[in-house]
């Protein structure tokens, strides 16, 4: 069972969005250190990661440095609408947003040259 679970967690560090290619390297670190953190499968915010990027969540660098999540709206595999991704973001990020904004601080840190926005 421990052989699976790594091989699936591995597998979801990588980015599942590799399309998008200006954030790919930071969301598959994202990935990865929110599977460290959160080893479990379902209904952790590792899950809602990986959701909203499979839905084309972006990372951006914020005025002040930090980072955000801007969504992709209206395109293939995409939100439809803003008020879809301000829904799941409300719903499964926000809950969380002090447990990965340190995850964020630290990609931030280690991938410097992020587009602002």
Same mark, same amino acid.
């Given at each position: 069972? #421990?052989?699976?679970?790594?091989?699936?967690?591995?597998?979801?560090?990588?980015?599942?969005?590799? *399309?998008?290619?200006?954030?790919?390297?930071?969301?598959? /670190?994202?990935?990865?250190?929110?599977?460290?953190?959160?080893? *479990?499968?379902?209904?952790?915010?590792?899950?809602?990661?990986?959701?909203? /990027?499979?839905?084309?969540?972006?990372?951006? #660098?914020? /005025?002040?440095?930090?980072?955000?999540?801007?969504?992709?709206?209206? *395109?293939?595999?995409?939100?439809?609408?803003?008020?879809?991704? *301000?829904?799941?973001?409300?719903?499964?990020?926000?809950?969380?947003?002090?447990?990965?904004?340190?995850?964020?601080?630290?990609?931030?840190?280690?991938?410097?040259?992020?587009?602002?926005?």
């Amino acid at each position: 069972m #421990n052989e699976v679970k790594l091989t699936f967690m591995s597998h979801c560090t990588v980015d599942p969005r590799p *399309e998008f290619r200006d954030d790919s390297l930071m969301w598959s /670190r994202l990935l990865q250190l929110a599977a460290e953190r959160w080893p *479990e499968w379902f209904w952790t915010p590792w899950a809602y990661l990986w959701s909203a /990027r499979c839905h084309g969540a972006r990372l951006q #660098n914020k /005025r002040g440095g930090s980072l955000k999540f801007s969504p992709t709206i209206g *395109e293939v595999d995409t939100w439809p609408t803003r008020a879809d991704w *301000e829904e799941m973001r409300d719903a499964y990020l926000e809950p969380h947003a002090k447990a990965i904004a340190p995850l964020l601080s630290r990609v931030r840190t280690e991938f410097r040259k992020a587009p602002v926005g």
